[in-house]
């Protein structure tokens, strides 16, 4: 795989995965 | 009158909804459309399209559904009546109860599909086999397309068809919180935890042939990653970023606002909204990313796995893995896991899908949830019969086509429209501005904005504001006319029928036909319903 094509990767699961982390972090945090 | 209904929990409530979102598309289409539209360079259009357009669609659908559940609306009829005082509102948002109903009746039969598959790879019916055009007669045999040594009839088809209709009719009678909420507990975790064993076990094939070093799992994650830039250039890629983030939220079905009217009034709408929404990336992107196509390039190399990419996703899905699953140790264990994934991502979201429609019986006709779950289990077996008998005629692309793609876009542009200004109305009929245009761009959104805000744990930034205001609804316009445009230029026009003739021709005719009976139906229903109320 290309560098270049790495850096999409990590950028894109690195989008997702945080976003899917902040999401639930916040539920738990609210713990309803 | 039926008590209403509620969600019981919220982690039930998350995983419903993620289960209406994450699909067979999620495993199947999404990595066929980043290979063939540039990779990496797929990925900006992709999430341009979800944070501009799916996002804000996902939370107008979600506020549209609380406010009408608040009213004892659960349907798109019921809510845009609601929202956009107009004795013609209910008609457009009756729309809302049969795109979903005419979506399950095929999207069933395809996930009957996979249960089948599911049941061959534990059995190995179709170990053996072991070159692509002899597995695509397995699924052609199955499929009942053509007769031959593997099936001589589509009686088997049939069977894993009515069952997978008597689970769905089973569990949608057993209520919201009792059938769809169970459901998701138990599918959505299994559904993750077969995915992450699928993508461990696709990780650590590295280059299962040392004789051809090119055929490696790199390569394929390479094939899906590596950015083409010249492709941004191409509307075509913006066009199938934008679908395949339509498709992959389940937005524009209706479906969403029916889950949402459970909610109760000062539920949160914004953090519960987005969590559903970052699973389903998180299922498609990580995930979804990771087996089909990864395992395939290691496995037949890069010029075949595009090849069978060109010929579609369920080429990929029930043509290629099977083929696969035999080269691998274990791989019956292996092939069951992959096809009861998509199982489970299929029934979550076509549960989902008869909601409306059950809602419209249970809550305007006040029918028990045991005799409604019967009449949508007869309504998909009787509509769902001719997509079985009629598969190799074209008769299940119709509806592909027309609901899957269309008519999809098209609620999704109504209901942006009733929620960013029909619901505004008020407030622009007590404004003396001149003309009445000038005070819907001022006064668009406000009532709409402010109910989405109602109980959020979480600011939603401003800039989605706009982005409902006036992005989404081109965006919409766009994303149809694009598509109108992509088909009418095409050799293959489903709207123009081209290249089809004789019998194929008159089942796209009965086809159509049925969809719009079944929509005037609806609307009927609908206009009854309301007169009774």
Redesign the interface.
């Known amino acids: 795989?290309?560098w270049?094509?790495?850096?999409?990767?990590i950028?894109?699961?690195g989008?997702?995965?945080s976003?899917?982390v902040?999401?639930?972090a916040?539920?738990l945090k609210?713990g309803? | 009158m039926n008590e209403r209904e509620k969600w019981a929990t919220?982690i039930g409530l998350?995983l419903a909804m993620a289960g209406n979102a994450v699909g067979l598309g999620n495993f199947l289409r999404f990595p066929r459309q980043a290979a063939l539209n540039g990779?990496?360079?797929f990925?900006i259009p992709y999430?341009f399209a979800l944070i501009f357009m799916g996002i804000p669609i996902m939370w107008i659908e979600w506020a549209m559904g609380r406010y009408g559940g608040q009213y004892g609306e659960s349907t798109t009829a019921g809510q845009f009546n609601l929202m956009w005082k107009n004795k013609i509102s209910k008609y457009f948002g009756s729309i809302g109860i049969s795109i979903p109903l005419l979506f399950v009746i095929y999207y069933t039969y395809i996930e009957s599909w996979c249960l089948a598959y599911a049941f061959f790879s534990l059995t190995q019916k179709y170990f053996g086999i072991s070159d692509m055009s002899h597995m695509n007669s397995f699924l052609q045999q199955f499929q009942g397309v053509e007769s031959g040594s593997f099936f001589s009839t589509v009686l088997i088809a049939l069977i894993f068809w009515l069952i997978t209709i008597a689970l769905n009719v089973w569990i949608i009678g057993r209520g919201i919180s009792g059938g769809i909420e169970k459901l998701a507990k138990i599918a959505m975790p299994l559904l993750l935890i077969f995915a992450v064993i699928l993508v461990l076990r696709v990780f650590t094939i590295g280059t299962p042939d040392p004789n051809y070093p090119d055929r490696s799992v790199?390569?394929g994650?390479?094939y899906i990653?590596?950015?083409n830039f010249s492709q941004l250039t191409n509307f075509a890629v913006w066009l199938a970023a934008a679908g395949q983030i339509f498709f992959t939220l389940s937005i524009g079905t209706g479906s969403i606002q029916t889950y949402a009217s459970y909610l109760k009034k000062d539920d949160d709408c914004a953090?519960?909204g987005?969590?559903t929404?970052?699973?389903n990336?998180?299922v498609?992107?990580?995930l979804g990313g990771s087996i089909a196509i990864p395992i395939s390039v290691a496995f037949f190399g890069l010029a075949t796995t595009q090849a069978i990419a060109q010929q579609g996703s369920f080429d990929l899905g029930f043509v290629a893995m099977p083929i696969i699953f035999q080269k691998l140790p274990f791989g019956f264990f292996f092939g069951m896991l992959w096809f009861l994934l998509l199982f489970f991502a299929g029934i979550t979201s076509s549960v989902a899908l008869s909601s409306p429609f059950m809602a419209l019986l249970k809550e305007k006709f006040n029918l028990k949830r045991e005799k409604a779950a019967l009449i949508v289990g007869l309504v998909l077996f009787s509509f769902g019969l001719p997509i079985v008998f009629f598969l190799k005629f074209g008769y299940l692309d119709q509806y592909d086509f027309w609901i899957g793609m269309l008519l999809l876009s098209l609620l999704a542009l109504l209901e942006t429209i009733v929620f960013v200004y029909g619901f505004s109305k008020p407030l622009v009929e007590s404004s003396n501005i001149k003309p009445k245009i000038f005070a819907y761009l001022k006064y668009g959104l406000k009532n709409g904005w402010a109910e989405l805000n109602k109980g959020a744990?979480?600011k939603i930034p401003k800039f989605f504001f706009f982005a409902m205001k006036y992005v989404v609804p081109f965006y919409l316009i766009v994303l149809f006319v694009g598509w109108l445009w992509q088909d009418l230029s095409s050799p293959k026009s489903m709207i123009l029928l081209k290249g089809i003739s004789g019998n194929e021709l008159l089942f796209c005719w009965i086809a159509r036909g049925t969809m719009i009976g079944i929509i005037i139906a609806i609307g009927i229903l609908t206009k009854i319903a309301w007169r009774e109320k």
């Open positions: 795989m290309r270049d094509g790495w850096l999409f990767l950028l894109g699961w989008f997702v995965f976003l899917f902040f999401c639930f916040k539920i609210k309803k | 919220r998350v990779g990496g360079a990925m999430f790199m390569n994650l390479a990653w590596n950015p953090l519960t987005l969590s929404s970052a699973t990336e998180f498609e992107v990580i744990e979480i």
